[in-house]
Every structure is written in structure tokens, then in C-alpha cells.
């Protein structure tokens, strides 16, 4: 989904968003909504980068996917701060949080927020997506090298300037 709004020239949320739709067509073989059919084929950023990720047949194994993630994507709705999809904060928000990380190495502001982004467009719940915006931060820190004795504050101090984000600071804290 980086990839894709990067190369596009979208909105990482928008990005994520097309690859939270594929995600869901590997795991049903159903199109949440009929306009986004034509994101189930090879896509521009795919042909650059030489590579089409929905012909990987592995991808199409269902894994026990979240039932969270499930329903929030299968309705096809663009969710996020203004429309939230449910009240959830379970891990699977989380999950996705490390690539965001890595995507902008050296960059745990950006990575705070796209993570928050990622874990929005699943989980209504702030906390869930405060928690998958830290861990996003924070892998962006550890990926340049910097000390671990930093890394925590570093992503706590993001997290200090979010209203609602104050269950996970103490959570982290601990």
C-alpha cells in the first residue's frame, strides 16, 4: 500500500486503504465494493517495480485473519479519526505497524501518523491506533540505529502530543 500511494502519488492512507481491499479479495475472492474491481489487477507501481503481488497464489491461504480487520474491510469504507468502522483496539491493529516503521526508517514522526493511518482504517478505537503509531515510530528509530536506551521516550514523547492516547503511554511506561 506504501508502495502503491508512493508511486502514485497518493495519500499513504489511500494506499493502504487499495491494499486492505486486495487483502480482503486474497481472503474471500470477493470484491468488497464493484468500483474496486479494477484494483485486483497488475497495477502501475506493480509493473514498475516489476512484480504482481495478486498472482502470488500463497497470498489467496486464509490464515485466520482477524475477524476485526474482516468485518471493518469488507464493508469498503474509507474509515479513519472522522469515520470510525467499530470501537475495537485488538492487536491485529498493530500488526501492520512494523512495515510502516520501515517504510520511513529515520522518519518516527511520519511513522506515527501513517501508523495511526494504517490501524484507523481497521480499528476505531484510538488506543489501538495510538499503540500501532508508536510501534510504527519506533521501528523507524531502531532502523537508523538509534540507542534502544531512546527509542521508548522517543515514541512516548509522540504519543504525549495525542489527546486519547494517555492508555498508551501508560501501558509503555510500565
Given at each position: 500500500?506504501?508502495?502503491w500511494?508512493?508511486?502514485?502519488?497518493?495519500s499513504?492512507?489511500?494506499?493502504l486503504?487499495?491494499?486492505?481491499?486486495?487483502w480482503?479479495?486474497t481472503?474471500t475472492?470477493?470484491?468488497?465494493r464493484?468500483?474496486?474491481k479494477?484494483?485486483?489487477g497488475?497495477?502501475p507501481?506493480?509493473?514498475?517495480?516489476?512484480?504482481d503481488i495478486?498472482?502470488?497464489?500463497?497470498?489467496?491461504?486464509r490464515?485466520?485473519p482477524?475477524m476485526?480487520s474482516?468485518?471493518?474491510?469488507?464493508?469498503?469504507?474509507?474509515c479513519g479519526q472522522d469515520i470510525?468502522v467499530?470501537?475495537?483496539?485488538?492487536c491485529?491493529?498493530?500488526?501492520?505497524?512494523?512495515?510502516?516503521?520501515m517504510?520511513?526508517?529515520?522518519?518516527a514522526?511520519r511513522?506515527?501518523?501513517?501508523?495511526c493511518q494504517?490501524?484507523g482504517?481497521t480499528?476505531?478505537?484510538?488506543?489501538?491506533?495510538?499503540?500501532a503509531?508508536?510501534?510504527?515510530?519506533?521501528?523507524?528509530?531502531?532502523?537508523v540505529g538509534?540507542p534502544m536506551?531512546k527509542?521508548?521516550p522517543q515514541?512516548?514523547?509522540l504519543?504525549r502530543?495525542?489527546?486519547?492516547?494517555?492508555?498508551?503511554?501508560?501501558?509503555?511506561?510500565?
Open positions: 500500500g506504501l508502495l500511494a508512493d508511486h502514485d502519488k497518493l499513504p492512507k489511500i494506499g486503504f487499495h491494499s486492505c481491499m486486495r480482503y479479495y481472503q475472492e470477493r470484491v468488497a464493484p468500483e474496486f479494477d484494483w485486483m497488475r497495477q507501481h506493480e509493473s514498475f517495480w516489476q512484480y495478486m498472482a502470488e497464489k500463497e497470498l489467496y491461504n490464515r485466520s482477524s476485526t474482516m468485518k471493518a474491510v469488507s464493508l469498503g469504507r474509507l470510525k467499530n470501537n475495537s483496539k485488538s491485529a491493529s498493530v500488526m501492520r505497524a512494523a512495515p510502516v516503521g517504510f520511513y526508517a529515520g522518519d514522526e511513522a506515527f501518523h501513517v501508523g494504517s490501524a482504517l480499528h476505531g478505537n484510538p488506543t489501538g491506533c495510538y499503540a503509531g508508536a510501534m510504527a515510530a519506533m521501528v523507524s528509530l531502531i532502523l538509534t536506551a527509542v521508548l515514541g512516548m514523547t504519543l502530543k495525542e489527546k486519547g492516547s494517555k492508555e498508551v503511554v501508560k501501558v509503555l511506561h510500565k
